[in-house]
């Protein structure tokens, strides 16, 4: 079965550094959303992108944040000048169409840790 | 507002028997959906349930919906060790398409063998 696959697993970055996170959804899915899950906490909305652009983002999506659709296969998560509180958890998935409802696709995620 | 709080926070019960978790929420939905996250890896997707339905099967799982309580049930039967997870409801932030989710905090069940 199809996987939306992220590298890398694990992340480690000095407080101030950029990190891409990179995720590669399923291939014929139209829709990709990224996740942030804080160690212990439950699993929170970043934001979801669609034909090469943002459709719906959360007030954690700030100006840190942005995402990418460089080529046909991979959607990344650049988090400018990380900060402790950005160590997570995060979660790339990915919905094949818009008709309504649709389960999405999971990632196994990247564990970033801000140092 | 919260959205999709799952009750209870953590549930043991002995291998063989069943394993009931509530998720309650507070906007109107078309579909509400439950997840399985194995520690360390990512959302398993379980079951859907639509707006219209009040129950959904699949397995050894079942789902109910009450959109008059705006709460939903996930019934796990003749649990085994390998259903020990934590079980997120989730809800579409918009009501519905392609919208992202919102996860409630969980139920972490362990299974005893």
């Known amino acids: 079965e199809p996987e939306v696959t992220q590298t890398p697993s694990h992340q480690v970055t000095q407080m101030g550094q950029e990190v891409i996170l990179r995720c590669v959804p399923i291939?014929?899915?139209?829709?990709f959303y990224w996740y942030r899950q804080i160690l212990g906490q439950k699993v929170e909305f970043l934001v979801s992108?669609?034909?090469?652009?943002?459709?719906?983002k959360s007030e954690i999506f700030d100006d840190q944040f942005s995402v990418e659709r460089p080529d046909g296969s991979n959607f990344t998560l650049k988090i400018r000048s990380t900060k402790l509180e950005d160590s997570a958890m995060y979660f790339c998935?990915?919905?094949?169409?818009?008709?309504?409802?649709?389960?999405?696709?999971f990632g196994d995620g990247t564990r970033l840790s801000i140092l | 507002s919260q959205q999709g709080e799952e009750d209870p926070q953590a549930l043991s019960i002995q291998e063989g028997e069943n394993a009931t978790m509530n998720c309650s929420y507070k906007?109107?939905?078309?579909?509400l959906q439950w997840y399985r996250q194995n520690s360390g890896r990512g959302l398993v997707h379980l079951i859907l349930?639509?707006?219209?339905?009040r129950e959904k099967h699949s397995g050894r799982l079942r789902v109910t919906l009450d959109t008059s309580k705006k709460s939903s049930s996930l019934l796990i039967t003749a649990s085994r060790a390998a259903d020990t997870a934590s079980y997120f409801c989730?809800?579409?932030?918009?009501?519905?398409?392609?919208?992202?989710?919102?996860f409630g905090k969980g139920t972490h069940l362990i299974i005893q063998p």
């Open positions: 989730a809800t579409p932030n918009s009501g519905g398409g392609a919208d992202g989710l919102t």
């Open positions: 291939s014929n899915h139209l829709y």
């Open positions: 992108f669609y034909n090469n652009e943002i459709s719906e």
């Open positions: 906007t109107s939905i078309n579909n």
């Open positions: 349930i639509r707006s219209n339905e």
């Open positions: 998935a990915s919905n094949k169409d818009r008709v309504s409802n649709q389960p999405q696709h």
